[in-house]
């Protein structure tokens, strides 16, 4: 066991240490952790990242005192908080041992820095990651304070128990019934110290015993913890020997056991002893006066209220998407008149220069000063060009630059020629007589337009001007302003003008934009329109207005969760106000009620005992009401709790946890069954009849359960479930009962990682001269294979098991046996590599048709990790791969030399590359013939 940190003052009560475990039985075996309680931390993956103090892995005794609770989201801040609290109450003044793997080191730290904020959310998240070594880390504190509010103030809360277990027994420290979510903070969980030590035994052992009392407010009595090791408030402190105490902490444990079980079988997250109203809603009798008046005042109250409300934000609402609509198409309307008046004037300008350009008998210093003052005079202007259509090409005449904005930028004069050609056809739309406008933006530095109109010479449409022209010169108008985003595109949906500049000088296409496309495809020249978004995510309200020129157009956009943004908050208000109106009618109703339900109310603090653990309470149903009714109710209960603990037991040791838990959800469903896609696994160890032979049976036992302990932890490790046992042989099953995300690949993981870790026990035997020689060589067979196959409880009403059947299922163990053949250790399918290959390296091995099945079977060896496999090994495989080939064309002489290739490239004996070469010479001889498949049959299993 290794320390990787210091203590940490963990909730400011105990001290914490993480212990990074090798994951080797022997390593807790040896370790004293007497001196605290232990937590064996473990997690899965759902839907997200749950977490657990889990019972000790797969297989490993240890007595030592340890806290265990169930799978909980991390993102689960209410049931965080509860268990921030429990552990500082129940862990005070102790040191606490946090025991995990090295994969789970980030995950650790992350969880218990989390419950240290939720203790006290008032100490700095910076201070919190520093302690414990997260600066720095991608998942250190996750971001909990942003919703922690919301989540606590649902109704009510109830949560499973911590649990103490160890050699004394175990204890439930339990909340009772419901924490109120407004008392959540004052009635925390507490669990105080009471000095109480035993007398010491005759062996000598000395065992410390703590009494557990509850801080509890009166006016609450059902928030309570309790203990199996809880004494009568006017008890002294008592004496018992070890075996008394044993005893009646151990029945505690099973009857608050059951309770828990009995609960999660009815489908229900809540304790048994909880208000009048859930009691009496759990029998079939006749509702209370209590429940009635305070449902039917509740129903009236929140039905009239919600009609106010849902008709008050409807006109609300409707209102204000009047006023937005009108808002909109003004923008669009003012906007698009001042965009059009630039443009014009830009147009006009540059008929202006043009005419500078072509003037016949102009002096040219007298034509180059006009141009100068021009640019001076309009800087945006940066580049006017005539050009005359020839042969259908675009033919420069003239051109002129504005050379101070050119010295200013780094854009040449081959940049404006590369936006010409690149534009050469949009623009020779200018000889047809129409007007066009571009973004000419790509490829500069600033966004830029360019603008192409006829021109007349000799009275016929024989030229063009073509004006760039800095986006400074209109810009102005899409600014962002308030909650509308206003921009322009041209006529073939392209944008001219956005508050967004790196659109523009993209030249963003927003065709796909429904308003866009709307206005593109409208008549009139004014339009709007409500849509979804599917870029941008959301509804918008939209309205456009054309320009009239160049059929470009300016559109305005307004996303409708801004714009109704007072009406939702108007609507919060008001689902306030009625939840505080409703509180207020249910608090009279329920003070009211209580002098017709105090009856009832007294019969529920008699059977808070069923709540303790003490099933056999001595009540019996005296009347013919609700009350007996009640009574009769917690008394079953007890019975029926009692039973199912003595089956939970049973199973636990007998069936995988993952099969107990899902039974316990729904058993039903298990004993139907279901057809699901699994990757089957099987395993066996080779020669181990004889490894059986040479060992003693205490030996045997002890090498097996040494080798199954390792093999079953990897397998729980990558979400496998056990199926079963058979000898040396394991059966197990990805994706069932439990969904597993990717669970080919995590089977291929636990498959390598087995035969890695049965490397590292080898070497182990070795070291320590243990077994025998055969055993210190031993070796395992894998086969993996991923399909649909039946899984359920199969077997007899009276004694069934759940296990897997199927082709899947037999195809994999088919594999597993051919290893032997093949002389490897892992065989796989084609469903199995097309998930890992990113991953791992495999060798399509051979082609065959399996026993009991007609259908030929590609199958491949899973070699390891990318990471770890070496180059010699890759060399080998491609070369086996090729002469594979070879052999499947019937090329033998070439086959064999490949395969002798490889063998060699591999530097050790390889079984299959001989037997290939066997067959070769085989086929050579007596040959397949032209229609040969390629398919070798196998004859035995």
């Not at 909880?274 to 009236?300: N, R």
């Not at 309470?617 to 007890?638: C, H, R, S």
């Not at 636990?652 to 039903?668: N, R, T, Y």
Request: net charge negative.
């Amino acid at each position: 066991m290794l320390e990787i940190s210091a203590e940490i003052p963990f909730l400011r009560t105990s001290n914490l240490t993480f212990l990074l475990w090798d994951e080797t039985p022997a390593s807790l075996e040896t370790w004293n952790g007497d001196g605290g309680i232990t937590v064996f931390f473990q997690t899965r993956r759902t839907k997200e990242l749950e977490f657990r103090f889990g019972p000790p892995p797969w297989g490993i005794q240890f007595s030592n005192n340890r806290f265990e609770y169930p799978y909980v989201s991390i993102h689960n801040i209410s049931s965080n908080k509860y268990l921030a609290k429990s552990l500082a109450s129940a862990s005070e003044g102790k040191n606490l041992y946090v025991i995990f793997p090295k994969s789970l080191e980030v995950e650790v730290r992350s969880v218990f820095a989390r419950l240290e904020y939720l203790y006290d959310e008032r100490v700095s998240p910076d201070r919190i990651t520093h302690k414990f070594g997260l600066t720095g880390k991608t998942s250190s504190m996750p971001e909990i304070a942003k919703n922690y509010s919301k989540e606590i103030e649902s109704k009510s809360l109830s949560f499973p128990p911590l649990e103490l277990v160890g050699a004394q027994g175990k204890t439930k420290l339990r909340q009772h019934a419901f924490v109120e979510a407004d008392d959540y903070d004052s009635h925390a969980i507490t669990i105080s110290k009471n000095a109480t030590e035993s007398a010491t035994h005759e062996v000598g052992n000395r065992i410390d015993s703590e009494e557990m009392e509850t801080e509890s407010d009166p006016n609450h009595p059902y928030d309570l913890i309790e203990s199996s090791f809880a004494s009568n408030e006017n008890q002294t402190e008592e004496i018992f020997n070890s075996k008394t105490l044993n005893k009646e902490t151990k029945e505690s444990e099973r009857n608050i056991a059951k309770k828990q079980e009995s609960n999660v079988n009815n489908g229900a997250n809540e304790e048994s002893v909880s208000t009048t109203t859930s009691l009496e809603s759990s029998v079939q009798t006749k509702f209370s006066l209590q429940l009635k008046m305070m449902g039917v005042i509740s129903f009236l109250f929140v039905l009239s209220v919600a009609t106010i409300i849902v008709f008050a934000s409807f006109y609300f609402k409707r209102s204000i998407e009047l006023q937005l609509r009108d808002n909109n198409i003004r923008i669009a309307e003012i906007i698009g008149s001042k965009v059009k008046s630039d443009i014009l004037g830009v147009v006009e300008k540059g008929r202006q220069i043009a005419i500078t350009l072509t003037t016949q008998g102009l002096p040219e210093e007298d034509r180059k000063l006009l141009i100068k003052t021009f640019f001076q005079n309009d800087k945006e202007f940066i580049y006017l060009g005539i050009f005359e259509k020839r042969d259908n090409t675009l033919v420069m005449r003239r051109e002129v630059f504005n050379e101070e904005e050119l010295k200013k930028s780094s854009v040449t004069e081959d940049d404006f020629h590369a936006v010409v050609n690149r534009n050469r056809d949009a623009l020779a739309e200018a000889f047809n007589g129409q007007a066009v406008l571009l973004n000419s933006s790509p490829g500069f530095l600033e966004p830029s337009f360019a603008i192409a109109i006829p021109t007349a010479e000799n009275g016929e449409l024989d030229n063009a001007l073509v004006i760039i022209v800095k986006l400074e010169k209109i810009i102005g108008a899409f600014s962002k302003k308030g909650i509308e985003t206003t921009f322009m595109v041209n006529g073939s949906g392209t944008v001219l003008a956005h508050p967004k500049e790196d659109l523009i000088l993209a030249a963003t296409d927003l065709t796909n934009m429904p308003i866009v496309k709307a206005m593109l495809t409208s008549a009139p020249n004014t339009g709007q329109m409500s849509y979804v978004d599917q870029e941008l995510g959301g509804s918008y309200l939209g309205s456009f207005q054309k320009i009239g020129f160049a059929d470009a157009g300016v559109i305005t956009i307004v996303s409708e969760e801004k714009a109704f943004a007072d009406v939702y908050k108007s609507q919060k208000t008001n689902l306030y106000i009625a939840g505080i109106g409703l509180c207020s009618a249910l608090i009279f109703v329920f003070f009211f009620s209580k002098t017709i339900t105090k009856p009832v109310l007294q019969l529920l603090t008699a059977t808070l005992e069923i709540a303790k653990g003490n099933f056999k309470i001595g009540i019996k149903p005296t009347t013919q009401d609700e009350v007996g009714l009640l009574t009769k109710y917690f008394i079953d209960m007890g019975q029926g709790l009692e039973e199912r603990e003595k089956v939970k037991n049973i199973l636990g040791s007998m069936i995988d946890p993952v099969v107990v838990q899902e039974a316990m959800v729904d058993l039903a469903a298990l004993k139907r069954g279901s057809e699901t896609h699994i990757t089957a696994f099987f395993s066996d160890v080779a020669s181990f009849s004889t490894i059986s032979e040479q060992l003693k049976s205490a030996d045997l036992a002890a090498l097996l359960n040494e080798y199954l302990s390792a093999m079953t932890l990897i397998l729980k490790q990558h979400e496998g479930v056990l199926d079963k046992y058979i000898g040396d042989a394991i059966v197990g099953i990805f994706n069932a009962p439990v969904a597993v995300v990717d669970h080919e690949l995590k089977a291929a993981r636990a498959s390598v990682d087995m035969v890695l870790k049965l490397k590292e026990l080898r070497a182990y035997w070795t070291e320590n001269n243990l077994y025998s020689k055969e055993a210190q060589m031993m070796d395992a067979r894998i086969g993996l294979n991923s399909g649909p196959a039946k899984v359920g409880f199969m077997g007899t009403d009276a004694l069934a098991s759940y296990t897997m059947m199927g082709d899947t299922v037999n195809l994999a163990a088919r594999l597993e046996a051919a290893g032997k053949d093949y002389g490897v250790n892992i065989l796989i399918t084609d469903p199995i590599r097309e998930k890992i290959q990113e991953e791992m390296v495999t060798r399509y091995m051979d082609l065959v048709r399996v026993k009991g099945k007609n259908e030929p079977v590609r199958i491949h060896e899973l070699i390891g990790y990318r990471s770890l496999v070496s180059p010699n090994i890759l060399e080998s495989a491609e070369l086996y791969e090729a002469g594979f080939q070879e052999y499947l064309n019937q090329n033998w002489t070439k086959a064999i030399q490949m395969f002798k290739d490889a063998e060699k490239s591999k530097g050790s004996k390889d079984k299959a590359s001989r037997m290939l070469v066997e067959r070769c010479e085989e086929y050579s001889i007596n040959s397949p013939g032209s229609d040969w498949d390629g398919v070798f049959t196998r004859t035995h299993k």
